[in-house]
């Protein structure tokens, strides 16, 4: 059973902070993955994926990925009180090409 | 639109009641997936068609759940005798579908309400 963890949360950080969102998956052969953000009653939109280990950057958003570890965080640097919603974790798994979400943090940025 | 369309946005249905959901998703897209999300829960991978075959369905948690997708393009989820336990939201999503990437787009989803 393929599976992707993430910490429920809620997260809260203070306006202007950074905030550290991590995931851990279990299937070694996966080589893709993305962070989804869901606003409450919205649907998931992706922000930010990431392939290669090491840090990508878009913006106020950083992914980093940890292949070894099978670890995925984001880092979101000056948090904003529009950030908060939830952030899904998802990896592409093998070669079946269905991707496979955690449960997601909940984080909320406090003004 | 230029979106992913699902309808109908609600359905409130009785136990042991037929449902059909369907799904249209971006022109061109060859990739549609169906998910279901659950309250406080991140989606749940159902099934995912790549054109009009089903190229995974081990997602769907029994025989009561069946999808098609006969044309290549719009998709229609189908659930036989609900249960109260498949209220949930009924989450659409396509893709490019070639080369196959986690790069979806969703619809807005169908909150399904077993009474």
């Known amino acids: 059973q393929k599976e992707v963890e993430q910490n429920s949360g809620p997260l809260s950080v203070p306006e202007g902070a950074i905030a550290s969102l991590n995931c851990t998956y279990s299937d070694r052969v996966s080589q893709s993955f993305f962070w989804y953000r869901q606003y409450s009653g919205k649907s998931p939109e992706l922000i930010m994926s990431i392939y290669s280990n090491g840090d990508k950057e878009d913006g106020r958003f950083t992914a980093q990925l940890n292949k070894a570890s099978q670890y995925v965080s984001l880092l979101i640097r000056d948090s904003q009180p529009s950030d908060s919603a939830t952030y899904l974790c998802a990896v592409l798994g093998g070669s079946q090409g269905n991707l496979i979400f955690g449960k997601g943090t909940k984080l909320s940025v406090k003004p | 639109g230029a979106g992913v369309s699902q309808t109908p946005s609600n359905k409130v249905t009785e136990k042991g009641k037929y449902v059909e959901l369907r799904c249209d998703p971006i022109?061109?897209?060859?990739?549609l997936y169906w998910y279901r999300q659950s309250l406080g829960q991140g989606p749940e991978f159902l099934i995912y068609f790549q054109g009009t075959g089903a190229a995974d369905d081990s997602g769907l948690p029994n025989d009561r759940f069946f999808a098609v997708r006969p044309e290549g393009s719009v998709s229609t989820l189908k659930i036989q005798r609900t249960e109260r336990g498949d209220s949930a939201v009924y989450l659409c999503?396509?893709?490019?579908?070639?080369?196959?990437?986690?790069?979806?787009?969703f619809g807005e989803g169908s909150r399904l309400t077993v009474l």
């Open positions: 022109s061109g897209h060859t990739a």
């Open positions: 999503a396509s893709s490019l579908g070639q080369p196959i990437t986690g790069e979806l787009f």
